[in-house]
């Protein structure tokens, strides 16, 4: 065996040396720790007993150029980010911020005619059209009436609700008086607001027939109880008395679009499906019984397609392959 | 070819003998270090200083009056909240000639009642009527709401009811917080609690909504006591079924009164519009927590098992989740 050298020698002991050095100031340090120094930065952070929000004092702040002429603020704007947005609405935070929640900007405005009666306006902000629309149709009321303003939008008895671009809006009344006030504010936000076209694409190919236009919804993530399923519109169709739940969604390519589907069929195999078959003619789709229920699964082009949880085979291929149909043309 | 190029000079070729002392010695070596590693592996880490705690709540509990449960069917809260408090034997089974009452409310948001998104102020009204009426020396209602509270209280209706009815309406500020570490709680731990509003107490009544919870799946009689809760509690919902336990050893309260009249059943907790609301009829007075909530499940169509914060604090003795042991009167208003 060849003997080490003088130099080689050094050498290894001046790096075994600073070794044991580096491994004495670690434990140095850690001797030292201060968990009153994690404390104190907590408690400057928030971690103090009382949270002050800002306080609202009547009047205070301009009055903003879309506000109805009968309407007069009761305070001024406040804003949440997503560190404080749970401040403001506290567990349905969950909702936004996994949809790419950027602002919150919110202001309460009072009847002239009677101070009692008041409303609150919520704009979220939530960074691209896309995501304005998830959170708009994943909370729609079941008795929602469909409200003509030129974008995405209803009303129940007591609020507003509608997405502009990247934004989703909410006008929330303590009184029932204040429907023509809502009405108006709504307006005047949307046409003081930027002009957006050609939005949402993707719920344009749901086949019209039998469709309940305002069913249509945006899931951005654990779709179907699937944790790969994301940015998938869904829609019901009413096939006499049943139900049919058809999605949609469009991915980066036909091979993830592929890819998917088969990994969406084995997920469903994995929890107890059987395959049954595919849709006729449509050689990119699989039916699957779920237990008492059929999920038809297809990919065609870049997209992702099918029905989800429907009581009979024949409604959930029916649609299905109108689906199927729909994005054949769509991608000649 | 260049002399800097030149093969090394021969190196005396390893024999198997010095290739199995230095594979040892390497072994050795990596061996000694994860070794040294995994003893010194500090799994938990150095968190905040976990001091003792120099305060802690009372237990408000009344022993003699034991575990029960009613449930009352009806449309008007007035009457379903009298019928249930009947069943169980009357408010004066409860409350006392001279007792100092604290009412927690869900005070959490500065919006209407119509929204049902807080605790209805006619109730608390009412029940704090039927505290005087019991012999209550002073009634005082309280939370530490997620919005402004001056705004909540105003806006919500409560601040008008409590002060109608003859109660104090106790406005959380900083001098009322101090740190508690509750035991057998993995989160309340020298953390800052609304004390001060205890002061002087006998008896704690929660009156809560039954709201669906977007995070905890409800929000009924337990996870009222989260407004007890000061600091930076927002970080607790990431695990929000064990903080939820916390608070049910944290509190052990008088009576719990869970307003199921109309219950939120989507987009809580806040809901947004009446649209978000049904009609559910039903008024749950307890004197166990735990049951109260499972027996307020159904109301949201939910089972117990589906709220997993029941399970965890029956499992931690803050009450049964089998509210039907406690055979629970049923009553009805017509």
């Known amino acids: ?332 | 070819m260049s002399k800097r190029f030149k093969d090394h000079p021969p190196q005396p070729e390893m024999n198997r003998r010095d290739f199995i002392i230095r594979s040892a010695k390497a072994g050795i070596t990596l061996g000694t270090a994860a070794a040294i590693g995994y003893f010194l592996y500090d799994p938990v880490g150095p968190g905040a200083p976990v001091e003792k705690s120099s305060v802690a709540l009372p237990d408000f509990s009344v022993p003699e009056a034991g575990k029960k449960i009613a449930i009352a069917a009806g449309d008007d809260r007035i009457k379903t909240v009298n019928a249930a408090l009947k069943a169980l034997g009357g408010i004066e089974c409860f409350v006392k000639k001279g007792d100092r009452v604290l009412i927690k409310v869900n005070g959490s948001f500065a919006t209407p009642p119509s929204l049902c998104a807080t605790t209805n102020p006619e109730l608390l009204a009412e029940v704090t009527r039927l505290c005087f009426r019991a012999g209550a020396a002073a009634v005082a209602v309280t939370d530490n709401p997620i919005n402004n509270p001056e705004s909540c209280f105003a806006l919500s209706g409560i601040g008008d009811a409590a002060q109608s009815s003859g109660a104090d309406l106790i406005v959380p500020r900083e001098s009322l917080f101090a740190n508690i570490t509750v035991p057998g709680s993995n989160f309340i731990r020298n953390w800052p609690v609304l004390f001060g509003a205890f002061h002087g107490v006998t008896k704690l009544l929660g009156i809560a909504p039954v709201k669906d919870h977007r995070r905890s799946g409800a929000t009924m009689s337990m996870k009222n006591w989260y407004g007890f809760i000061g600091g930076r509690r927002n970080i607790f919902h990431q695990d929000i079924h064990t903080f939820i336990k916390d608070l049910a050893l944290m509190i052990r309260p008088t009576l719990v009164i869970l307003d199921g009249t109309f219950a939120m059943i989507s987009n809580g907790p806040t809901g947004g519009s009446v649209s978000d609301l049904k009609q559910t009829n039903t008024m749950i007075v307890s004197t166990d927590q735990v049951a109260a909530d499972a027996a307020g499940a159904a109301l949201l169509g939910k089972t117990p098992a589906d709220l997993p914060y029941i399970a965890k604090a029956e499992h931690a003795g803050a009450g049964t989740a089998d509210f039907e042991a406690l055979s629970p009167f049923r009553v009805s208003t017509g």
């Open chain 1, 1 to 332: 065996m060849r003997r080490t050298g003088i130099a080689e020698t050094c050498i290894g002991i001046f790096i075994l040396a600073l070794l044991a050095g580096i491994t004495a100031w670690v434990y140095f340090a850690q001797s030292l720790f201060d968990p009153d120094f994690y404390s104190v930065t907590l408690l400057k952070e928030g971690n103090g007993a009382y949270r002050k929000n800002s306080l609202p004092s009547p009047g205070s702040g301009p009055v903003p150029a879309f506000l109805p002429e009968n309407l007069t603020p009761m305070g001024p704007e406040e804003t949440f980010d997503s560190e404080t947005l749970s401040d403001k609405i506290d567990g349905k935070a969950d909702l936004y911020l996994s949809s790419g929640f950027v602002k919150l900007r919110t202001r309460r405005f009072a009847s002239k005619a009677d101070p009692k009666s008041w409303l609150e306006l919520f704009i979220y902000e939530m960074g691209d059209p896309t995501k304005a629309f998830s959170v708009y149709s994943s909370q729609k009321r079941k008795d929602a009436r469909p409200v003509d303003l030129g974008v995405s939008a209803y009303s129940t008895e007591d609020a507003f609700f509608f997405t502009n671009g990247p934004d989703y809006f909410e006008i929330i009344s303590a009184s029932k008086d204040l429907a023509e006030e809502m009405t108006s504010l709504a307006k005047n936000l949307v046409e003081a607001g930027p002009k957006y076209t050609g939005q949402q694409t993707e719920a344009s190919l749901f086949p019209p027939e039998s469709l309940d236009e305002s069913s249509i919804s945006l899931h951005m993530s654990d779709v179907f109880g699937f944790s790969a399923l994301d940015r998938v519109y869904t829609a019901s169709y009413s096939m006499g008395a049943a139900q049919v739940t058809a999605f949609l969604s469009k991915r980066e390519s036909a091979e993830e679009a592929a890819d998917l589907a088969a990994t969406y069929g084995r997920f469903l195999v994995e929890n107890g499906a059987e395959e049954a078959g595919a849709i006729p003619g449509a050689p990119d789709s699989k039916i699957y019984k779920v237990f008492n229920a059929y999920e038809v699964v297809l990919h065609r082009g870049e997209f992702l397609a099918g029905t989800h949880d429907v009581d009979n085979m024949e409604s959930a291929t029916d649609v299905a392959s109108r689906i199927y149909r729909k994005l054949d043309e769509a991608g000649r």
